[in-house]
């Protein structure tokens, strides 16, 4: 009986840490990198609405020239910016990703060429992101920060 | 006999799994607080070995206008960058710092006063750094990227 008791302790104090490992680990890291995917398509396609699906609900980015903004500033702001700022071509390479339970890092580089009041601007950095995974599973970007190698 | 090798089973598979949890967390976080104070009198002090022991010896630093860089190239970089750029005042104000077994992260913002070329700059941004438990429980700065805030 006491160690009945024991074992269920045991039990309950295991599943009470991050669940992730071994198999599920290559899964997860498919999710996030099909994450940055849609985040190229969605910024190349100016579409602010399937961008902004991509952050959790509490997510906060850091862009360089601003303070750091939610979700609610990045609403107010990004759509704009994404008209303003059309991009012909994003590529996002992460070359880092690290699965830490219910939370990720990723980080890597990206391209982008983007229209900046009428001249193509080729941008060229570096990033790091932290993955939320929510309640249903699908992975969301919680913090994000990024800026130029040059 | 079953029961005892499920048992064992489940227990090693508990001690496979990150380690920290509840009280511990306190002390983690105060240990990575008190790593950000060291950051800050190493850099005050242009002293670039005590700032350069902050990092994981495979920790990889992300500042702006370079590529991503390993410890092997801040070794070479960091003493003169030190010399050339002197720090009269740095302030690093960690707001958010989150323990994730054997790794953190930490985001916060940032204010220096740099002497450059003969000029005081006044510096004003944010980052966000990973930081990685060592085998003697020590942490240490593992990935770090930065960016103004102007």
Redesign the interface.
């Known amino acids: 009986m006491y160690?009945n008791v024991f074992?269920a302790l045991?039990?309950s104090?295991?599943c009470?840490?991050?669940m992730s490992?071994g198999a599920d680990e290559a899964d997860d890291k498919a999710a996030i990198a099909a994450v940055w995917d849609s985040y190229e398509t969605a910024r190349m396609a100016g579409d602010a609405d399937a961008w902004l699906a991509l952050w959790d609900e509490e997510g906060?980015q850091?862009?360089?020239?601003?303070?750091?903004r939610g979700k609610d500033v990045m609403i107010g702001g990004v759509p704009k910016a994404f008209t303003a700022m059309p991009a012909s071509a994003m590529e996002i390479v992460p070359v880092?990703t690290?699965i830490?339970?219910d939370?990720a890092?990723s980080?890597g580089?990206y391209l982008a060429a983007l229209t900046v009041k009428g001249n193509e601007v080729n941008v060229d950095g570096?990033?790091?992101t932290?993955f939320r995974r929510q309640p249903d599973g699908a992975w969301k970007i919680y913090?994000d920060?990024?800026?130029?190698?040059?």
């Open positions: 160690r074992f045991v039990l104090m295991s009470a840490l991050p490992a906060v850091m862009p360089p020239g601003m303070p750091a880092e690290v830490l339970g939370m890092f980080r580089t570096k990033f790091m932290i913090r920060i990024f800026n130029s190698n040059k």
